[in-house]
């Protein structure tokens, strides 16, 4: 038994963080009519002045609700439903792995980021 009690903690330690790293990925729990700018109002402005905020879209259709289907950070998956065309061509591209619209565009803002301005969408993904 003495010497199974090493890997069984370490076992033990190994699932206890990753329910905390998965916890961590959860929103906090706030009340449905509590609107996203009461604790994200920066984040909402600089969305807000954006083409997707002047579309009126909402912080919902890419992170999900708070109480179900939360992402801090979108996939491409959250994209394409308005940018499908543009999803495919980053799913096709090079070094693929992790790669989401934020790979190449900045957070709320998704202007391009430095490098990434050239028409890589126009282009086809190349």
């Known amino acids: 038994m003495n010497r199974l009690l ?3 903690l370490t076992g033990c330690c190994l699932l206890f963080q990753a329910q905390v790293a998965a916890a961590a ?3 906090p729990v706030v009340p449905v009519e509590q ?3 009461e604790c994200h109002g920066d984040q909402e402005k ?3 002045d954006g083409k ?3 579309m009126n879209v909402k912080c919902i259709a890419c992170h999900g609700a708070t109480d179900k289907n939360f992402a801090n950070k979108p996939g491409l998956a959250a994209c394409r439903g308005c940018h499908a065309e543009q999803v495919t061509q980053a799913q096709k591209s090079k070094n693929k792995e992790g ?12 202007t ?10 126009a282009k ?3």
């Open 99 to 110: 790669k989401s619209c934020f790979t190449c565009h900045e957070g709320h803002a998704l």
């Open 35 to 37: 609107d996203c700018a």
């Open 112 to 121: 391009a980021k430095g490098s990434a301005t050239g028409s890589y969408h």
């Open 25 to 27: 990925k959860l929103h």
């Open 52 to 54: 997707h905020g002047l």
């Open 124 to 126: 086809g993904g190349k």
């Open 46 to 48: 600089v969305w807000f």
């Open 6 to 8: 090493p890997i069984i």
